[in-house]
């Protein structure tokens, strides 16, 4: 299965087309505990938002169909049609919207064996566009809410991301490219699990904590979105060396001090010699990356699927985004408490879990190192609920 990494990655970049992947590390198991294969998920949308009403709200399930490879999305019977140029109407985009109920919830389902995006536009339809990927084959062009230029960027949307197999159903809110609207989900199944509530007045709070951040008070769309810090180096809206005072003391720090790093039930240590952080246990060396390479976990800080490079990679990033690794020599860390200290710091993920109920967020692609992440998963399920919850 991908990483949450590579997926989350694969559709920060909106290139045309952009592969759904796995939303979620899946588990590996099939049989006992998990569901029979081929089974839908019932899924319930609930307007909780007391300032759009469901005509105003529409839904997409979009995302990849995992036996045969290609692109889909589900229609508002209901079925699941594979991509095509043909679905781009007059203007040029197609309308895969579902419309919510007239009044009360409304009942869907989540495909089996799929994985992608729920997305939910307000006031106004998203502009999903049907094109032909490099290889000849009709791709979906999604939303990117973090560039202007977008056909979607004034429109007030948001999504959840998941991956349903017979394995069972995995599934998060991501604020990794930005955050606009407050999503909740319920997965029901072995057990209730709820995540991805704000607290009272949490939306206005991320909004307000950015704003007052200057190299972050660029990021804040009106009133639409918050944009990720890393798409803001993109779009030149934010310090593309906001990172580099950090990086430089955490490579000092650890030219002449050993960092411990816990992974899979075991540790691995590292310094940093001739310019490159070096760990013991076969571990790839990492060269210095930059504040793109922090913010993306990705680049110097790219972390393989291979058990090994990969998650001492995740704890490295984690522990930039956080402004830990100054203080502990010792990681990950687990004391929420102690994240976001420094003044360089990921203020955005830093704002989106100081509002979250539970304290989880998705606020960088490895958030889910100890177990921080706006994520859950059941081997079997039985019900999935999405909230659009209150703005205020």
């Not at 704000?198 to 704003?211: M, Q």
């Not at 990950?332 to 360089?344: I, K, L, M, N």
Request: charged share 15%; hydrophobic share 40%; glycine share 10%.
């Amino acid at each position: 299965m991908p990483t949450r990494r590579s997926f989350l990655q694969g559709m920060a970049v909106a290139l045309v087309g952009a592969p759904i992947g796995a939303a979620v590390v899946a588990a590996q198991t099939s049989g006992r505990g998990a569901q029979a294969a081929g089974a839908t998920l019932p899924m319930t949308v609930v307007n909780h938002t007391y300032r759009f009403a469901n005509s105003q709200i529409f839904c997409y399930i979009v995302g990849t169909d995992l036996t045969s490879g290609k692109q889909v999305f589900v229609r508002p019977d209901g079925s699941v049609k594979q991509v095509s140029l043909s679905d781009n109407g007059s203007d040029g985009f197609a309308d895969l919207s579902i419309p919510l109920a007239a009044d009360g919830d409304t009942r869907l389902s989540i495909p089996a064996d799929m994985s992608g995006r729920v997305y939910f536009s307000l006031g106004d339809k998203l502009r999903f566009k049907v094109v032909t990927d490099g290889a000849g084959n009709a791709a979906l062009q999604y939303p990117a809410g973090w560039v202007a230029s977008d056909p979607s960027y004034r429109v007030l949307h948001d999504f959840v991301e998941f991956t349903h197999n017979s394995a069972g159903m995995f599934c998060n809110t991501t604020m990794v490219d930005m955050f606009a609207v407050p999503l909740a989900i319920t997965l029901t199944g072995a057990s209730t699990q709820t995540t991805g509530h704000l607290v009272p007045g949490g939306r206005d709070a991320i909004f307000r904590g950015l704003a007052q951040v200057p190299e972050f008070a660029s990021l804040v769309v009106d009133d639409l979105r918050v944009i990720a810090p890393g798409h803001g180096i993109e779009a030149g809206l934010f310090p593309a060396n906001y990172f580099d005072p950090y990086i430089d003391a955490v490579w000092q720090k650890y030219a002449s001090t050993p960092l411990t790093v816990s992974v899979n039930g075991g540790t691995r240590t590292g310094r940093v010699s001739d310019g490159l952080f070096r760990f013991d246990g076969g571990v790839a060396p990492f060269s210095r990356p930059s504040t793109r390479d922090v913010l993306f976990c990705d680049g110097a800080l790219a972390a393989p699927n291979d058990g090994v490079t990969g998650p001492v990679a995740a704890v490295l990033a984690a522990g930039f985004n956080r402004s830990t690794l100054l203080s502990s020599a010792s990681q990950p860390g687990t004391d929420p408490a102690a994240f976001y200290r420094e003044s360089v710091t990921n203020h955005y993920a830093r704002l989106l879990h100081e509002n979250s109920a539970d304290g989880k967020a998705y606020g960088f692609a490895f958030d889910d190192v100890a177990g921080f992440a706006s994520y859950i998963q059941d081997t079997a399920p039985t019900s999935f609920t999405v909230e659009l919850a209150p703005f205020h």
